[in-house]
């Protein structure tokens, strides 16, 4: 016990179960296995579900806390308690180097559903020839008894597109 | 207990793709594995916390390996990371 461990748990608010992803952006769903990668149609980052996005607008999709943000900017964490998020900016947009991303926010930085997370210029991606599908992955699906995806067809931002069952 | 340490080579670090790949490969050990960067350590097998060590080529990473299957899963950790990292 230290000091500041109030500090963590506040940082950390929990996930109500049976919890919802709200769609992050605003655009078409993608179903797992259409996702045009291995990596996440295969399941490898856990059960998830994509969204061909109409605009460059990135928003939380739950209450929660930024976990990680990449360098490259192309990928956020977001989790509260139990669960675990990773939205992810295209494919092999790694290699972007940044270029055509902007961060609204920073790691450990708490967030409330609807809140903008990044702007991403989808130009830039099909200039570098990248798929700019947005993916929301659960990556600790393994821990919880159901993920799904519960959307179809266009969504706005928040929307429900994942179910989370402990 | 047994351990190396290993040098990233691949230009892009460990983002989602190779994070993806490596615990999906030590959850095949019983094997406790640990990747420390400096400071700061994850579980192999805890996808967000090893994207979060930001490991970038170059970087120097510790993998700490423990349990009953640990000879095995020090040989083949070894060929993960030298085969794709």
């Known amino acids: ?166 | 207990m047994k351990k190396f340490t290993y040098e990233i080579k691949d230009q892009l670090g460990i983002h989602a793709r190779p994070a993806g790949m490596l615990v999906k490969e030590a959850k095949k050990f019983e094997s406790s594995i640990v990747i420390r960067k400096e400071e700061k350590e994850s579980g192999a097998t805890k996808l967000m916390a090893l994207m979060g060590l930001g490991v970038k080529c170059g970087d120097k990473i510790e993998v700490e390996i423990s349990g009953p299957d640990e000879e095995q899963a020090f040989e083949e950790m070894q060929s993960f990371f030298s085969e794709n990292l």
């Open chain 1, 1 to 166: 016990m230290g000091l500041f461990d109030f500090l963590k748990s506040e940082n950390c608010p929990g996930a109500v179960f049976p919890a919802s992803v709200g769609a992050a952006v605003k655009g078409t769903v993608v179903p797992m296995e259409k996702i045009p990668d291995e990596v996440f149609s295969a399941g490898v980052l856990g059960t998830c579900c994509g969204i061909e996005p109409e605009d460059g607008n990135i928003y939380a999709p739950f209450d929660g806390k930024i976990s990680q943000l990449a360098d490259t900017l192309h990928a956020v964490g977001v989790e509260a308690g139990g669960l675990e998020l990773l939205i992810h900016i295209g494919i092999d947009t790694v290699d972007m180097n940044g270029d055509g991303f902007s961060a609204r926010v920073k790691a450990g930085q708490r967030v409330k559903k609807g809140d903008l997370l990044l702007t991403i210029d989808l130009e830039k991606i099909r200039a570098a020839r990248h798929a700019t599908v947005v993916i929301l992955a659960v990556t600790n699906s393994e821990d919880l008894t159901g993920v799904a995806c519960t959307a179809s067809g266009s969504v706005m931002p928040g929307e429900e597109l994942l179910s989370v069952e402990k």
